[in-house]
């Protein structure tokens, strides 16, 4: 939902679904397959996140390696603050976001099992 809402303060466009299914070429976002890679492997602390890390530096520069990273780790502990503290989604936004997270394929990923929205769409 951050990402969708940033993309219309931009007045940007955005495929959100191939960032997530694809490789991120088609997505509209600049070094997306790199910021993909950085993503996934900091989430799963990659053994390859030092080699991933440099190689992001040399696409992007170091201060966007930061910005990465920091927006990385925003969004990480945010999922965590939520799921830890029992946090639900506001009844408006429980529709929208089990929405979302299919049409983007993140209903995938192993956090969806937290949503009984997400399984029943």
């Not at 997505?27 to 397959?33: D, I, L, T, Y």
Request: aromatic share 4%; no cysteine.
């Amino acid at each position: 939902m951050f990402l969708s809402s940033s993309s219309k303060a931009i007045d940007s466009e955005l495929d959100i679904t191939d960032a997530v299914v694809g490789s991120g070429a088609d997505s509209g976002v600049p070094n997306a397959e790199m910021l993909i890679a950085f993503t996934e492997s900091a989430n799963r602390l990659d053994a390859n996140l030092p080699d991933i890390r440099e190689a992001l530096v040399k696409e992007i520069g170091e201060e966007g390696m930061v910005d990465a990273a920091i927006t990385v780790s925003i969004f990480r502990s945010l999922n965590v603050a939520a799921d830890s503290s029992g946090i639900r989604v506001d009844d408006d936004w429980v529709d929208m976001a089990a929405e979302l997270a299919n049409q983007s394929y993140a209903n995938e990923f192993s956090t969806a099992k937290n949503s009984p929205v997400v399984k029943t769409l």
